[in-house]
């Protein structure tokens, strides 16, 4: 027999059974659950990834939505203990769906939803941020000064790079890449080359009213290029940035002949997927090219890293806090939460899973819609002609 799982209960008597894996930011979600006679469970099990059995052991035997986490493992023993207890709905609570088996859940008719719409600026915050904080090695200089190893400036201490004047490279420039790059060109009048399977014509039209804007007033105007390789981006760019997806194409899109074709002196950002990068060639990489620097909030075999990593000056790391701002958590809680709450009341699905707002207002009811349901078309659910 499984141990008992430590959880914290609202609104027992509540019609329908959710059951959250992980406390979530912010208390709006809990609310609107409830409003709609739900009880909600949270899991405060002191354990960062719970187990499969500790899964099961929440779902018990009845439970009509689960909201989950992405470093759990949401395949056909979850699906099937999930359908048995009469469940209806499970939802990520984010953007990606890596650790879901969607085919499982199509089998046992379960609803899965994910949390995109939120993530966008926020995520391009942090990737600039990795940016900034690589060129000026900022956090070896933190490292430095804490250490109480400063005694005077120096003219060659921490000499990092300046970012104007020098190229972004953007691979996938959809709507996080887009941000990215809007805030690279216009907050530091980088010029931009991009790679991407279709044409980012408002990021083209962005850039190109940008650098009119700054001819007009007598500087230096910021150019754009689309190019017509992802090795074309490697080599020119002095700051690149990845943001594809990850499929089977993508998987090590970053690895040692890629990582060769780029500058001596480049900067990687990786906000992405952490497959996408071959981890064990890029130490390599950054123990042969100490100028080389790295910024990465995402890991191939997550929440590890591969051996050296951790001991290369060269390299930002961070875990995995791209969409961590109070708005954007609070908001990923929400629209989880509505995900399960729309399927367990026969709710629609909403139309455009990029256009959250009006499940975001907090001054009006959420519309009667579940937000983004990834299988609702293999399950055939209708969609809300809100």
């Given amino acids: 027999m499984s141990k008992p799982i430590a959880i914290e209960v609202y609104n027992p008597n509540g019609k329908y059974r959710v059951v959250s894996t992980k406390s979530m930011p912010g208390t709006r979600w809990i609310n609107l659950l409830i409003e709609q006679d739900c009880r909600v469970e949270i899991c405060t099990q002191k354990k960062t990834i719970?187990?499969?059995?500790?899964?099961?052991?929440?779902?018990?035997?009845?439970?009509?939505?689960v909201i989950g986490q992405l470093t759990e493992d949401w395949g056909e023993t979850l699906f099937a203990a999930l359908s048995r207890a009469g469940g209806k709905a499970f939802s990520n609570m984010a953007v990606g769906y890596n650790n879901v088996d969607v085919n499982a859940a199509n089998k046992h008719g379960v609803a899965v939803g994910n949390t995109p719409g939120v993530l966008t600026e926020t995520t391009a915050e942090l990737a600039a941020s990795l940016s900034l904080a690589a060129a000026r090695r900022i956090v070896e200089s933190d490292q430095f000064m804490r250490a109480g190893l400063y005694d005077g400036w120096l003219p060659h201490l921490f000499v990092g790079n300046l970012l104007k004047g020098q190229t972004v490279g953007v691979i996938g420039a959809g709507r996080i890449g887009s941000a990215y790059a809007r805030m690279m060109v216009e907050g530091f009048k980088m010029n931009l080359i991009y790679y991407d399977l279709y044409q980012s014509t408002r990021l083209e039209k962005f850039v190109t009213a940008y650098g009119e804007f700054l001819k007009a007033n007598g500087e230096q105007p910021v150019t754009w290029k689309r190019a017509a390789s992802m090795d074309e981006v490697l080599r020119?760019?002095?700051?690149?940035?990845?943001?594809?997806?990850?499929?089977?194409?993508?998987?090590?899109?970053?690895?040692?002949?890629?990582?060769?074709?780029m500058k001596k002196e480049a900067i990687l950002i990786n906000c992405s997927r952490g497959p996408v990068v071959d981890e064990v060639a890029l130490v390599e990489h950054l123990k042969?090219?100490?100028?080389?620097?790295?910024?990465l909030d995402v890991f191939e075999d997550e929440p590890y890293m591969k051996p050296g990593l951790a001991d290369m000056k060269n390299a930002v790391v961070v875990p995995?806090?791209?969409?961590?701002?109070?708005?954007?958590?609070?908001?990923?809680?929400?629209?989880?939460?509505?995900?399960?709450?729309?399927?367990?009341?026969?709710?629609?699905?909403?139309?455009?899973a990029n256009r959250v707002e009006p499940f975001l207002n907090e001054n009006a009811p959420p519309p009667a819609a579940s937000p983004s349901i990834v299988n609702a078309k293999a399950l055939g659910l209708p969609v809300s002609k809100l």
């Fill in 320 to 352: 995995h806090i791209a969409s961590a701002s109070k708005w954007t958590r609070e908001g990923m809680a929400t629209l989880a939460a509505l995900n399960v709450l729309g399927k367990i009341k026969g709710y629609p699905v909403w139309g455009d």
């Fill in 236 to 261: 020119e760019a002095d700051v690149i940035s990845l943001h594809p997806i990850l499929d089977k194409t993508t998987y090590h899109l970053i690895n040692k002949e890629s990582l060769a074709t």
């Fill in 288 to 295: 042969q090219n100490p100028m080389f620097r790295v910024g």
């Fill in 50 to 65: 719970l187990s499969v059995e500790d899964i099961i052991a929440l779902i018990g035997d009845k439970c009509d939505g």
